[in-house]
């Protein structure tokens, strides 16, 4: 059974950083950060495919980092610099029929976590 367990959220001032994680079981495929703040659609910030290569929304490029440590099966998105608009719930996902060519459209992703809330003031 695929698990994606999000960690790592928490509430931070505008400027700060938070360091969020995914432990997943088995391989990798590619995978995804999405966050859906109150009354928005779900969007996609960052994916990362199984041969490494990342995408990143605009709207996080230069302050999120996407990344994955194989022998611990685990994502992660460092995001820095936040702010107010970053306030979301985030949540992990993995493409299993697209494991090189995912976007960062929800409907390429085939298993999600449950999230874990982050919350920027100002």
């Known amino acids: 059974q695929v698990q994606l367990v999000e960690s790592g959220g928490g509430s931070v001032q505008a400027g700060g950083s938070l360091r969020l994680s995914c432990a997943y079981s088995g391989y990798r495929y590619c995978m995804g950060w999405f966050r859906q703040a109150p009354g928005k659609e779900r969007e996609g910030v960052a994916r990362?495919?199984?041969?490494?290569?990342?995408v990143y929304a605009d709207s996080v490029k230069g302050r999120f980092t996407i990344s994955s440590d194989n022998a611990k099966n685990t994502l992660y998105l460092q995001m820095n610099s936040l702010k107010p608009e970053d306030t979301a719930m985030y949540y992990c996902a993995r493409a299993v029929r697209m494991p090189t060519s995912c976007t960062l459209g929800e409907y390429d992703y085939d298993y999600w976590g449950q999230g874990t809330q982050v919350t920027v003031s100002s």
């Open positions: 990362i495919n199984s041969r490494g290569s990342t």
